[in-house]
């Protein structure tokens, strides 16, 4: 089956460390999406990319950082200066449907700062 | 930048009720879609409708993208469609980047 693969589900992460999410698809999409949504809110763009070693910030870079090297891989790290990492994290694609960009996303994945 | 607002933020229905929810937005867009996020956080595409209207089962979709707005109705509503309901657009001047209303959290007593 066709889908987007995050890992891991939950994460805890003490004060100042690096941390990883996976992000994983097999669609063979182009487009790539990390969001963040917070406890009752909607979901906000960290950082998106339309093809392979190409990727540009959204509304809340800072403090994020992401790679793009090969079309089914865009891992997202959080960094120790995400002042807020607490969140649940989305990875989506797109698929390219009459011209729009139809959105699928991935289960999330769950970090909590200890 | 473009704004999404969502009414109403939050809903309870008694199982079978219908209901109307809505997605104003501030400026044109090419893309509209609407989302279901279930209690465990999946977001599932319900509709890609930039105009128009489009039926699936008991939802139904309608974009009148001249007066920027879009309605989502839900038929003899069921204890699986709670979750928060998302509308999500594409600006016109920004390809590939849709921005998220802040949802409808939908409540379904048996």
């Known amino acids: 089956d066709g889908g987007i693969t995050q890992s891991p589900k939950y994460l805890f992460r003490k004060e100042g460390q690096n941390v990883t999410l996976s992000c994983e698809q097999n669609?063979?999409?182009?487009?790539m999406y990390w969001y963040r949504q917070d406890p009752g809110q909607g979901l906000r763009l960290i950082y998106y990319s339309q093809i392979v070693n190409d990727f540009q910030k959204g509304d809340i870079a800072e403090g994020y950082s992401v790679s793009r090297e090969k079309k089914e891989s865009f891992p997202l790290t959080v960094t120790s200066a995400q002042k807020n990492p607490t969140a649940f994290y989305l990875c989506?694609?797109?698929?390219?449907?009459?011209?729009?960009?139809?959105?699928?996303f991935g289960a999330g994945s769950r970090l909590t700062v200890l | 930048g473009i704004q999404v607002e969502q009414s109403p933020p939050d809903l309870i229905l008694q199982e079978g009720a219908n209901s109307t929810l809505r997605c104003n937005f501030s400026d044109s867009v090419n893309n509209l879609q609407w989302f279901h996020q279930n209690p465990w956080g999946q977001l599932i595409n319900l509709f890609y409708i930039p105009s128009g209207t489009k039926q699936n089962g008991r939802l139904s979709a309608t974009t009148v993208a001249t007066e920027r707005y879009s309605l989502l109705y839900i038929s003899s509503s069921q204890t699986t469609d709670s979750g928060v309901y998302f509308c999500a657009v594409e600006p016109r001047d920004s390809s590939y980047k849709l921005i998220f209303g802040s949802g409808t959290r939908l409540l379904v007593r048996p």
């Open positions: 989506a694609s797109t698929e390219d449907v009459s011209g729009a960009n139809v959105l699928t």
């Open positions: 669609l063979n999409h182009d487009a």
